[in-house]
């Protein structure tokens, strides 16, 4: 696509050509704005809303505020609820807790990989013996009952 086409494309989507868009050298411009607009704003294997509720926690982990800005408010614009937005940070910050923990503890890697595993293992077989009905006595054939 030429600069002018991508213009045009961002004033279609956005109302409006972001100024950042200036920033990118104009041979890097073409393969950045497909990539940011499948990215950001097209329906892939993960739903828009999701994959900004996912993008909000990398951003917000990352700290970097252009980010949280920009996929807070197009969450929204996906159908994300202030709940969510509220839960996306709430986990972002539980696992950049248990992450810090882990690496200053210097638990070993290959241990908490094995615990993983096994943990999992055990929960799925918890929930497929949960999945099972209940199975029922055959009820005893009397002669009345033919």
């Not at 497909?34 to 900004?52: F, H, V």
Request: glycine residues 4%; charged residues 30%; negative net charge.
């Amino acid at each position: 696509m030429t600069k002018k086409e991508i213009y045009e494309e961002a004033a279609r989507l956005l109302g409006k050509v972001p100024g950042f868009l200036d920033t990118v050298p104009e041979k890097l411009l073409g393969p950045r704005w497909e990539e940011w607009r499948i990215i950001e704003m097209e329906e892939t294997a993960i739903p828009a809303k999701y994959k900004q509720l996912v993008m909000l926690a990398v951003s917000t982990y990352a700290k970097c505020q252009y980010c949280i800005e920009f996929h807070t408010e197009v969450a929204k614009l996906f159908g994300a609820t202030e709940a969510e937005i509220i839960e996306t940070a709430a986990l972002t910050g539980h696992t950049a807790l248990w992450s810090n923990f882990l690496q200053g503890t210097r638990y070993p890697v290959e241990r908490f990989h094995s615990e993983v595993h096994d943990d999992v293992e055990f929960a799925r077989k918890e929930q497929k013996a949960a999945a099972k009905p209940a199975v029922e006595k055959p009820k005893p054939v009397t002669a009345g009952s033919r």
